[in-house]
C-alpha cells in the first residue's frame, strides 16, 4: 500500500515519443495504463514507494539478480515494462545528500514512473493526438491554446549565470579541492527559453540526435522530458550490473581525438568517476567483484568526441530497485568526488536547480533494467524550454575551457529544439 504523498493516476497521457530506453519491439505500441509521481518534500523515502508501485503493477523489482518473463499480463493486458524517471533532488534524497537550488520546472514530479501494456488500438507513438498539448476528451489541459495549435517558435535563450560567473564557479571548486574538501566537483548551468505552438516534434528531434543511446520522450500533464542521453547510468542484465561513465569531452575531428587521448588531465578526472562508480556498486549487498571491463574508450556523441569507461559486477539476486536506486543516485559523473561533499558545493555554486537533468531516465522490464543518466536532455513546462550542461572540475581545470566545454555539449540540444541539426 502506497503511503501519503505518493500519487497514483490510473488514467495517465498517452505518450508522444518512444519511451527513452524502450525496447525497440514495444515502439508504436505502448499505452500506458498507471503513473506514479513523488514530489520533493512528499513524504516517506521515494526509492522504496516508487519500487513498491512497479512491485504492484507486476514488475521484477524486488529482486532485480533474477530474469524474469518478457511479458506479464495484468488486468486488460500485457505489461511490457515501465519508464523510471529520477531527478537530481531525489537523487540526492535517497543518497542522503544536501539538495541544491529550486528547480526551474517545478510542475515536474521528481519521480515518475509510467507502466504500459501492449494493445492494438494504441495510436502511433509519434502521432501527437491524446499528448498534453493535445489532450483527448479523456485527459483535458489548462496549457491547450486552442483546437488549432500555433506554428512552433523559440524565443532567445536566457541563462542562469554569465559566462564571467561561470569561470569564477570553476575557478571556486579549484580552491576548494586545494583546500583538500573535494577532489572532483561537477557545475551545471541552466538557460530557458519561452516558446510558442506545439513543442512534440522539437522534442523528438532532441531524442533523435546521433548518439543518443536513451533518445525518447517523456511526458505528464503539461510537461514533457526529452533527452539525448549517450550515458548509462546503470543497467541490469542477466544478473549483471552496469554503469558507464562518460567524462572528457572534445570536438569530433582527428585532431580533438588526439588531444582527449593525450590529455593527462581528462584522464585524471575520468579515472577518478570510474573509482567512485566502483565504489557505488560495491556498496550493493552480497554484490561483487566489481571490475573496469573497458577504460577511457573514446566514442562519439553529436559531433562531439567523448571518453566512456564500463564498470561492471554480478549483482545478487536479492537486490531491489530500492537499494540500487539509492547506491548510484545522484550519478557520480554528474557529481564529483567526494560524492556528498561535491553535493555541497554544487548546492552552494548553482544558482539554478538541476531539475530534470542530471538524474535517472530509462526502462524497466521484466527482464531488464537500463537507466540512463539525463545529460543532453531538455525539459518544456508549457511556456518554456529547459536545458542545462556542465563539466568536471579538477585541480587542473581552466575555467575559460570549462565554459566553452559546456556550450558544446547543449549546441545540438538548442539547435534541435530551434530547428535546425
Not at 88 to 112: K, N
Not at 135 to 142: E, K, Q
Not at 229 to 247: A, C, F, Q, Y
Not at 339 to 346: N, W
Request: proline residues 8%; contains cysteine; charged residues 20%.
Amino acid at each position: 500500500m502506497l503511503h501519503a504523498g505518493a500519487v497514483v493516476d490510473h488514467c495517465p497521457l498517452p505518450p508522444i515519443g518512444r519511451p527513452p530506453g524502450a525496447p525497440a519491439g514495444c515502439h508504436a505500441r505502448h499505452h500506458a495504463l498507471s503513473a506514479f509521481r513523488w514530489h520533493q518534500g512528499d513524504p516517506d523515502d521515494p526509492a522504496e514507494l516508487v519500487a513498491e508501485f512497479l512491485a504492484d503493477n507486476g514488475l521484477s523489482v524486488r529482486s532485480l539478480g533474477r530474469t524474469g518473463d518478457k511479458y506479464r499480463t495484468i488486468g486488460d493486458g500485457e505489461i511490457c515494462g515501465a519508464s523510471l524517471y529520477v531527478s537530481a533532488d531525489a537523487g540526492a534524497v535517497m543518497a542522503g545528500g544536501v539538495i541544491g537550488s529550486r528547480s526551474p520546472v517545478p510542475g515536474i514530479p521528481d519521480v515518475y514512473a509510467v507502466v504500459y501494456r501492449h494493445a492494438r488500438d494504441v495510436t502511433p507513438s509519434g502521432d501527437m493526438s491524446g499528448d498534453p498539448w493535445h489532450p483527448s476528451p479523456d485527459h483535458p489541459s489548462a496549457d491547450r491554446p486552442s483546437d488549432r495549435p500555433q506554428p512552433w517558435n523559440l524565443g532567445p535563450w536566457r541563462e542562469s549565470w554569465t559566462r564571467d560567473e561561470h569561470a569564477a564557479a570553476v575557478e571556486q571548486v579549484r580552491a576548494a579541492i586545494a583546500r583538500g574538501d573535494v577532489y572532483q566537483v561537477n557545475i551545471v548551468g541552466h538557460g530557458s527559453a519561452s516558446y510558442t505552438g506545439d513543442p512534440g516534434p522539437a522534442l523528438r528531434r532532441v531524442a533523435a540526435l546521433a548518439g543518443a543511446r536513451y533518445g525518447g520522450v517523456l511526458a505528464g500533464d503539461g510537461w514533457a522530458i526529452a533527452t539525448a542521453s549517450p550515458e548509462t547510468l546503470v543497467e541490469v542484465r542477466d544478473g549483471r550490473v552496469v554503469t558507464r561513465p562518460i567524462k572528457g569531452t572534445r570536438p569530433a575531428t582527428a585532431a580533438g581525438r588526439r588531444e582527449l587521448l593525450g590529455s593527462v588531465k581528462e584522464r585524471a578526472e575520468h579515472v577518478m568517476i570510474v573509482d567512485l562508480e566502483r565504489n557505488d556498486l560495491a556498496r550493493l549487498p552480497g554484490t561483487g567483484p566489481v571490475r573496469v571491463d573497458e577504460l577511457f574508450a573514446v566514442r562519439e556523441w553529436s559531433g562531439l568526441w567523448q571518453a566512456e569507461s564500463v564498470v561492471s559486477a554480478d549483482l545478487d539476486p536479492g537486490v531491489g530497485l530500492a537499494d540500487l536506486l539509492r547506491a548510484v543516485c545522484p550519478g557520480g559523473s554528474v557529481t564529483g568526488a567526494p560524492k556528498l561533499a561535491a553535493l555541497d558545493r554544487i548546492a552552494a555554486l548553482e544558482p539554478v536547480g538541476r531539475g530534470v537533468s542530471m538524474g535517472a531516465l530509462g526502462w524497466i522490464g521484466h527482464d531488464h533494467l537500463d537507466l540512463g543518466l539525463t545529460i543532453r536532455t531538455v525539459a518544456v513546462d508549457g511556456s518554456r524550454a529547459h536545458v542545462w550542461a556542465g563539466g568536471g572540475i579538477t585541480i587542473d581545470s581552466d575555467p575559460v575551457a570549462e565554459v566553452e566545454e559546456a556550450a558544446a555539449k547543449t549546441g545540438p540540444v538548442r539547435a534541435a529544439l530551434r530547428g535546425g541539426r
